[in-house]
Every structure is written in C-alpha cells, then in structure tokens.
C-alpha cells in the first residue's frame, strides 16, 4: 500500500516544502526589488543559487553519514529561521540589503543539504517508488502552480512581511513532518571514512555507471541550451505579443501537463525506464517550439500540456531507476552529484540567455532549444546503457555499492 504513515508524512513535507520554494522567487522579485531594484533581486537569487550547487555534494555525504531525515529536518529548522528573520525585517521596517543576503546564502546552503535525502527518503517510505515518484511530481506541479499566486497575492494584500512569514511556515511543518516519520533503520554499516574519500567514494559511484553520468552530461547540455534559455525568453515572448495574462495561462498549461505526466507514470511501467523517458522526452519539443512560432494562444497551450506531461514522465523514470539501481549506502552522494550538474546547466543557460540574445534574435535562440532537444532525445536512445537499462523488478537497491556499467 502506498499511502502508509510514512509516505503520507513524506509526501506532506515535500509538498509544503515545494510550496515554500515556489513562492521564493516570486516574494523577491515583489518584495525586495520594490526595495533594491532589479539589481537587488538578482543578488539575492544568485546567492541563493551559488552555495545550493557549490555544496550539495556536502550534502550528498553527511545524508550518508548521519541520514537524509537528519538532514532534511536541519535543513528545514534553518530555513525556519532564515525566513523567519526576513519576515520580521520587513514587519518591523526596510531590511538592510545586507541582511537579505546572509539569509538567502544561508538558506541556500541549507537547500544543498536537504536535496540530496529527498532521493534516499523514498525507498525508506514507499514500497513503489515508481508511484510515490509520480506522486510527488504531481504535488510538485500542484505547488509550482499554486505557490507563486499565493505568494503574489499575499504581497499585494498584506505585504512582503506576511509571504515571508507563510514561507517559514512551510518549512516548520516539513520539519515537523520528516520528524515524525520512523524509517526503517539503515542495514549496512558504514566504516570511518574523512570526508574527502566520502566526496570521491561517491564520485566513483556516479562515473562508474555510464548510463547515469551520460545522462547528466545529456541534461546539463539540455538546461544550458534549451531549458534554461526558455524560462526567461518565453516570458519575453508571450508576454510582449499576447500580453502578460497569455503567459500566465501557459504556465498553468505547463503545470497541468506535469501533473497528467505524473498520473500517467504511476500507472505505465515500462521494462527500460530511461528509454520510454527519453521517447515521451519528444513531447517537450512543442513548449520551445510553439513559442519560437509565435502559435495563437491554444496552440501555445496545448504545445505546453504536452511538453508538461513529458517531462514529468521522464522525470518519474529517472528518479525511480535513481533510487532502485543505485544502493543505499550512497545513494545520497550521487543524487548530489546529479543534481549539481542538472542545476548547474539549467542556471548556466538561464544566465547566459541575455547576453546570447544581444547577439542571436530570442526566436531563433527557441528554434535551437527545439533542435537540442531532439539532439539530446536521440543520444539517449542511442547511448546503449541508457536504451537498454532495465528497471528493477524486487524493490529499492539494498546491497553493497559495486561499480556498475
């Protein structure tokens, strides 16, 4: 059965925890650049983003060491109390930038420690993780939705102190949640080890599964040049031809398609997990395209759906053959290591999206995020190891780590 106390506890955090994640940038974009400016939103964003992908390998090792609840509850109390001051600041006054910062860094470094457990969590409180996967994709779109108009509304009736406050409260009750949870306790003993050979321990695991680090390398190239490009661009795009409300119904669109994406993979299991993924993959080639061609509002819409649902389909595969092939006991140093390099091209891509359209028009810069996609869908079907994994058939991975190709 799925819905046990503790998937049913997990699943509560996680979704909270999402929401408090999703109203981030929204309250500063609002709240603080009514303050500081442009400028002071993309400093407390890019601190934020800078400690999450220089440290979550940390995070990848101490969740092995001490456990990825531990963490994911530390994490969460820090969070608490970042936000938590922010709230006060703006209750009581103008926040100095200063302090704005400090907080956003420290709640970043508490991002790159609980990230890595989010993965190691689910075959603690699952006995399908393929369906608790899709689960939580599912309350992921819900709060992708949900919690950027929650936090706008919030600041537009009550203020930027008000959001803050909401925020830290999502992050208490994940904390609260995670803490009540009684995973199974860990059956392998771990020997003393210094952090660095815990650092490259897990780097010997990641580099020694091809069909793991050519997926990594596939997808920082498709967030440097596809997914990362399209979040500012298509803003730009829609919003100047068919005005800000046209892209906002896409991006409900994309969250819809995420969630029909997420119900489709907790019903189809298919017997090579990342070769189904990157088939589905193909639907996303509408979401740059539509945009690139300047499709009327339905069109862009139903391009959207589809590109939702098939990213989430891929998403679900990976996690779960993720969390079933790799074995436990490092099972959170290589989630770090795959979700730096994720993040990583995504932020690259987002990054460098200005500056590349000084040069080259955002349309065309579209017209090639489509093309990469269909690049990076035929290397997945090609590279053998990823076309032919097989997903696990008895449950989580609990054996010993050995070097996998």
């Not at 909270?16 to 650049?33: H, K, R």
């Not at 009514?34 to 400093?43: D, H, L, N, S, W």
């Given at each position: 059965?799925?819905?046990?106390r503790?998937f049913?506890?997990y699943?509560?955090?996680?979704?909270?925890?999402?929401?408090?994640d999703?109203?981030?940038?929204?309250?500063?974009a609002?709240?603080?650049?009514?303050?500081?400016?442009?400028?002071?939103?993309g400093?407390?964003?890019?601190?934020?983003?800078?400690?999450f992908?220089?440290?979550?390998?940390?995070?990848g090792v101490?969740?092995?060491?001490?456990?990825?609840?531990t963490?994911?509850?530390?994490?969460?109390?820090?969070?608490?109390?970042t936000?938590?001051?922010?709230?006060?600041?703006?209750?009581?006054g103008?926040?100095?930038?200063?302090?704005?910062?400090?907080?956003?860094?420290l709640?970043?470094?508490?991002?790159?420690m609980?990230?890595?457990?989010?993965n190691?969590?689910?075959?603690?409180?699952?006995?399908?993780?393929?369906?608790?996967n899709?689960?939580l994709?599912?309350?992921?779109?819900?709060?992708?939705?949900g919690g950027?108009?929650l936090a706008?509304?919030?600041?537009?009736?009550?203020?930027?102190?008000p959001?803050?406050?909401?925020?830290?409260?999502?992050?208490?009750i994940s904390?609260?949640?995670?803490?009540?949870?009684?995973?199974?306790?860990?059956?392998?003993?771990?020997?003393?080890?210094?952090l660095?050979?815990?650092?490259?321990?897990?780097?010997?695991?990641f580099?020694?599964?091809?069909?793991?680090?050519?997926?990594?390398l596939?997808?920082?190239?498709?967030?440097?040049?596809?997914?990362?490009?399209?979040?500012?661009?298509?803003?730009?795009?829609i919003?100047?031809?068919?005005?800000?409300?046209?892209?906002?119904w896409?991006?409900?669109?994309?969250g819809?398609?995420t969630?029909?994406g997420?119900?489709?993979?907790?019903?189809?299991?298919?017997?090579?997990?990342?070769?189904?993924?990157?088939?589905?993959?193909?639907?996303?080639?509408?979401?740059p395209?539509?945009?690139?061609l300047?499709a009327?509002?339905?069109i862009?819409?139903a391009?959207?759906?589809?590109?939702?649902?098939?990213?989430?389909?891929?998403?679900?595969?990976?996690?779960t053959?993720?969390?079933?092939?790799v074995p436990?006991?490092?099972?959170?140093?290589?989630?770090?290591y795959?979700?730096?390099?994720?993040?990583?091209?995504i932020?690259a891509g987002?990054?460098?999206?200005?500056?590349?359209?000084?040069?080259?028009?955002?349309?065309?810069?579209l017209?090639?995020?489509?093309?990469?996609t269909?690049?990076v869908?035929?290397?997945l079907?090609?590279?053998?190891?990823?076309?032919?994994?097989?997903?696990?058939?008895?449950?989580p991975?609990?054996?010993p780590s050995?070097a996998?190709?």
């Amino acid at each position: 059965m799925l819905w046990n106390r503790d998937f049913s506890l997990y699943c509560s955090a996680r979704t909270v925890s999402l929401l408090g994640d999703a109203m981030l940038p929204v309250a500063a974009a609002l709240a603080v650049g009514g303050v500081y400016g442009v400028a002071g939103v993309g400093y407390v964003l890019a601190i934020w983003t800078g400690p999450f992908v220089l440290l979550i390998v940390f995070g990848g090792v101490f969740s092995d060491r001490v456990g990825a609840r531990t963490m994911m509850i530390g994490s969460d109390a820090v969070r608490t109390v970042t936000q938590g001051v922010v709230a006060i600041a703006f209750f009581t006054g103008t926040p100095p930038l200063w302090l704005l910062l400090v907080c956003s860094a420290l709640s970043g470094t508490a991002a790159a420690m609980f990230q890595p457990g989010v993965n190691g969590m689910v075959p603690l409180v699952a006995t399908d993780p393929q369906r608790a996967n899709g689960v939580l994709k599912i309350a992921d779109a819900v709060t992708q939705l949900g919690g950027p108009v929650l936090a706008g509304v919030l600041v537009v009736a009550a203020g930027a102190g008000p959001v803050y406050a909401v925020d830290a409260g999502t992050f208490l009750i994940s904390g609260v949640c995670l803490a009540l949870i009684r995973p199974a306790p860990a059956t392998t003993a771990r020997a003393a080890a210094t952090l660095l050979r815990d650092l490259r321990r897990g780097w010997t695991e990641f580099r020694a599964r091809t069909w793991m680090w050519s997926v990594i390398l596939l997808w920082m190239g498709f967030g440097l040049c596809a997914f990362g490009p399209y979040i500012p661009l298509a803003s730009q795009l829609i919003s100047a031809r068919l005005g800000a409300e046209a892209y906002g119904w896409t991006i409900a669109a994309l969250g819809t398609g995420t969630m029909l994406g997420g119900f489709v993979a907790i019903r189809f299991r298919a017997e090579h997990p990342l070769a189904a993924g990157a088939v589905a993959l193909i639907g996303f080639v509408a979401v740059p395209l539509t945009v690139a061609l300047a499709a009327p509002l339905p069109i862009l819409i139903a391009g959207h759906i589809t590109g939702g649902a098939a990213i989430a389909f891929w998403s679900v595969q990976w996690a779960t053959s993720v969390q079933t092939l790799v074995p436990a006991d490092v099972l959170n140093r290589v989630t770090a290591y795959e979700v730096a390099g994720s993040v990583s091209g995504i932020a690259a891509g987002q990054a460098l999206a200005g500056p590349v359209t000084a040069v080259i028009a955002p349309r065309d810069v579209l017209l090639a995020a489509a093309a990469v996609t269909v690049a990076v869908i035929a290397a997945l079907l090609i590279i053998r190891p990823t076309r032919t994994l097989r997903r696990r058939q008895d449950g989580p991975a609990a054996q010993p780590s050995m070097a996998v190709r």
